[in-house]
Every structure is written in C-alpha cells, then in structure tokens.
C-alpha cells in the first residue's frame, strides 16, 4: 500500500514511488479524512472497473472496523447535504446499514431510508429480515406500511404478504383515467380465476368468477344483479 505522510511544499508524496505519471500503481491507503472539490457540476468521483467478467462491477464498501461490536450500530450511512436558506449545512436524505444483530454465525443487517420532514429527521423505509417497511423500522411481512400503530396485538399468518396498518380509518386508492378500469385479480396456476372489477366508463362494480367468465355480481346505482 502506498502510505500518503510527507507533505513537501503542499504536495502529498508517497513513500514508495509507485506513482507512474498520473497513475496510483499500487494499494492507497489514507489515514485522515478525504475531501473532494470541484466548482462544477461534473463527476467529482469514478470508480471505473476494466475487468471483462460478469461477477462484479466496480465496488464501494464502507466497513467499520469496531473493536466491540454490538447490536444495533450504524455500520455505515450515504448522507445527501447541502444548505439551507440560512448557510446551515444540513443533511436532507441518508442511506444507513444499521447492525441489528451481530451474533457471529446468526447476524442480521437492516437497510434504512432517511430523509428530513419538517427540520427533523425520520426513518421513512426499512428493509429487514426480507421484509419492506413503509413508516416502520420492525415490517411484519413482505410488505408492511404504516401509517401510525392500530393498537394490534397479534401474530400476522404466514399468507398475510401485504399489511397496510393505521390508527384511523383507511382506504386503498387506485387511481385510473375515467374510461379506464380498475380491479383486483384472483390467480393460480391459471390466470384471473376471480377478480373484483371497477369500470370508470359505466360507473359499474363487477364481481367476476370462473377464469374471468362474465358470470358474477352486478353493482350499478345501488342495485345488484348478475
């Protein structure tokens, strides 16, 4: 590794004369802090790979070297700043790994999605045990969004792939343009066994069966038919 220590005269050498041109032939290893700027809005960092495999592209790995650590660190963080109406420096977005349990042979890691709402910062969208949370950092299945805690208590069932949870009355909106339709399709190894279907044209609620037959439930004006 090249060892950048000897400053002569405002510029950085290193101490094995590896440098070929503009070229670093060899490991760089820095033991300070790095500080990259540019009065463009050109790259300002490249990684560039030339390897013609198709197992990696270039890498960025941010690894925290802790001497002890534990549950529920901050491993490393992406922060987006930039200043405010007043020349404060603040940070508006970041991209966290947080440690959630780093028992050797059983660790888990959770990927956190920040941003700043209002002057404060909030956890927006966690990723964790192979579940997506929207407005939670624990998501209970695959899917799980949250708009504050309903007060629930019990344990969600193997099927239940998509939550949605608030402590007030809740709605799906699906939104189409008004000659469209919109449904929900019910599938198993044939397609559209059953759906629940809206047409904003006629303003008609159809429940259909049988691999999307006509056959079913009528909904239009308040009256039922089939």
Known sequence: ???????????????????????????????????????????????????????????????????????????????????????????????????????????????????IDGGSAKEVMSIFDDFVGIGTTAPEQLLHIHGNDSGSSYSTDGADKVIIEHNDSLRIDMRTPASNTVGIMFSDTTRNQGSINFSHSTNQMTFSSNAGSTNGLHVYEGAIGS
């Open 1 to 115: 590794a090249i060892l950048l220590g000897s400053d002569n005269g405002g510029t950085v050498t290193p101490t094995d004369g590896s440098v070929t041109g503009d070229k670093i032939a060899s490991n760089l290893a820095i033991a300070t802090n790095v500080s990259i700027t540019t009065a463009d809005n050109t790259d300002t960092l490249s990684l560039i790979s030339t390897d013609a495999d198709a197992n990696a592209g270039p890498i960025l790995r941010l690894f925290r070297n802790s001497a002890s650590p534990a549950d529920d660190d901050v491993a490393g963080s992406i922060v987006f700043s930039g200043e405010d109406d007043g020349g404060n420096e603040t940070d508006y977005a970041s991209i966290k790994v947080i440690t959630e349990d780093v028992t050797n042979g059983t660790e888990d890691g959770r990927l956190s999605f920040n941003i």
